[in-house]
C-alpha cells in the first residue's frame, strides 16, 4: 500500500507541474504545516485544485495530498471539498481523508490574502481507525488571475 500511495502521489505531482496554471497559493496552518495548492483547471463554474501539506512539528513527519473541487467564489468565500491522501514518512500508516475547506477573503479590496478553516474526517488504512481533524491558517496566492475574483 506505502509504495502505491507514493506511486500516486509522484503521477498527480507531475500531472500539476505540467498542468497547473499561474496561481500557485503558498499557506501556513497553525501548529507548523505548510502546504503548497495550484489551480488544475477550471469545472463549470468551480475548479480543480490540488494542495500538498508538510506537517513538521510532529513526532513523525509526514506529508498529505489533497485533491479538492472548489466551488463558485462568492464575494468573500470560497468553500471546496475533496479527496487526501495522508502519508507517513517514519509511520506505517497511511490516511484517507475528505478535507472540507472555507477559504474568507477578509480583505475586500485585496483577494489574494485569506484565512483557511479545514475540517478533514479521515480513516486509517492498515487499523480502520477513524479521526477527524480541524485546521485553521492563512494562504496567499501568487499569478495574474485570483479564481475569478475581482483583484
Not at 499561474?22 to 503548497?36: E, M, N, P, T
Not at 471539498?81 to 479590496?109: A, C, N, R, T
Not at 488504512?125 to 475574483?149: A, M, P, Q, V, W
Request: hydrophobic residues 40%; neutral net charge.
Amino acid at each position: 500500500m506505502k509504495k502505491f500511495s507514493k506511486i500516486i502521489v509522484l503521477i498527480t505531482l507531475s500531472f500539476l507541474s505540467l498542468k497547473s496554471y499561474s496561481q500557485v497559493g503558498a499557506s501556513y496552518y497553525i501548529d507548523d504545516i505548510l502546504s503548497v495548492n495550484a489551480k488544475v483547471f477550471n469545472l463549470g463554474k468551480g475548479d480543480i485544485s490540488a494542495e500538498v501539506k508538510i506537517f513538521t512539528k510532529r513526532e513523525y513527519m509526514y506529508s498529505e495530498l489533497d485533491v479538492l473541487y472548489r466551488f463558485a467564489a462568492s464575494k468573500y468565500h470560497q468553500l471546496g471539498i475533496g479527496l487526501g491522501l495522508k502519508l507517513g514518512l517514519d509511520i506505517e500508516d497511511d490516511s484517507y481523508l475528505l478535507p472540507i475547506v472555507l477559504e474568507v477573503y477578509p480583505f475586500e479590496k485585496f483577494k489574494r490574502a485569506s484565512f483557511l478553516l479545514e475540517l478533514t474526517p479521515g480513516m486509517t488504512s492498515e487499523d480502520e481507525e477513524y479521526s477527524i481533524r480541524g485546521l485553521i491558517g492563512i494562504r496567499y496566492t501568487f499569478g495574474k488571475h485570483n479564481r475569478g475574483r475581482d483583484e
